[in-house]
T-cell receptor, first 115, second 115 residues
Framework: AQTVTQSQPEMSVQEAETVTLSCTYD???????LFWYKQPPSRQMILVIR??????QNATENRFSVNFQKAAKSFSLKISDSQLGDTAMYFC????????????FGQGTRLTINP | NAGVMQNPRHLVRRRGQEARLRCSPM?????VYWYRQLPEEGLKFMVY????????ESGMPKERFSAEFPKEGPSILRIQQVVRGDSAAYFC?????????????FGQGTRLTVV
């Protein structure tokens, strides 16, 4: 079974700073997908970024980028120039490439951006 | 194109009552996933359905919980004889095909409170 671990329950940074959220996972699969989801107080789950395991290049979406280390089974999220609207719970998630498209989530990191 | 619609947003039930949670997937989506989020935890997979079929219910408790996705109408997650431990946010996600390249879209969730 796959597991996803987020070791930082809470983080807090000042607006405009850069912050990195950690995620490690365990799997015997060789092909899979990794995701970061954002959950603001509204509870809506919003996809932030996705990484295909077969791609060596790290995914980037505007201010959001990942550091994907497949051998180390590590998938961290970097938020540059953080904004107040980035305040939310962030969940790392894993999905096998084959089989049902179900997500395995980590416990989450509560990120607060301070003005 | 409306997103994934879940209703009700909030549901209060007394212990022993039944809870019915509804999920209307995005137009054109034929795959539905239900997840449960306990307080301060990540989402946990419960069940994966296609129209008129349960594909994977490995995350669903064996007793009191059932799910369906009829040919017409929304997907229903049904919890019989609710207990306090069922209090959680229940999320539905939908996708158009069994294709991991396609993002699964989440609804805003139903917060169930058992009193």
């Amino acid at each position: 079974a796959q597991t996803v671990t987020q070791s930082q329950p809470e983080m807090s940074v000042q607006e405009a700073e850069t912050v990195t959220l950690s995620c490690t996972y365990d799997t015997s699969e060789s092909n899979y997908y990794l995701f970061w989801y954002k959950q603001p107080p509204s509870r809506q789950m919003i996809l932030v970024i996705r990484q295909e395991a077969y791609k060596q290049q790290n995914a980037t979406e505007n201010r959001f980028s990942v550091n994907f280390q497949k051998a180390a089974k590590s998938f961290s999220l970097k938020i540059s120039d953080s904004q107040l609207g980035d305040t939310a719970m962030y969940f790392c998630a894993f999905m096998k490439q084959r089989g049902a498209q179900k997500l395995v989530f980590g416990q989450g990191t509560r990120l607060t951006i301070n003005p | 194109n409306a997103g994934v619609m879940q209703n009700p947003r909030h549901l209060v039930r007394r212990r022993g009552q039944e809870a019915r949670l509804r999920c209307s997937p995005m137009k054109g989506h034929s795959h539905v996933y239900w997840y449960r989020q306990l307080p301060e935890e990540g989402l946990k997979f419960m069940v994966y359905l296609q129209k008129e079929n349960i594909i994977d219910e490995s995350g669903m408790p064996k007793e009191r919980f059932s799910a369906e996705f009829p040919k017409e109408g929304p997907s229903i997650l049904r919890i019989q004889q609710v207990v306090r431990g069922d209090s959680a946010a229940y999320f539905c996600a939908s996708s158009p095909l069994k294709n991991p390249n396609t993002e699964a879209f989440f609804g805003q969730g139903t917060r169930l409170t058992v009193v």
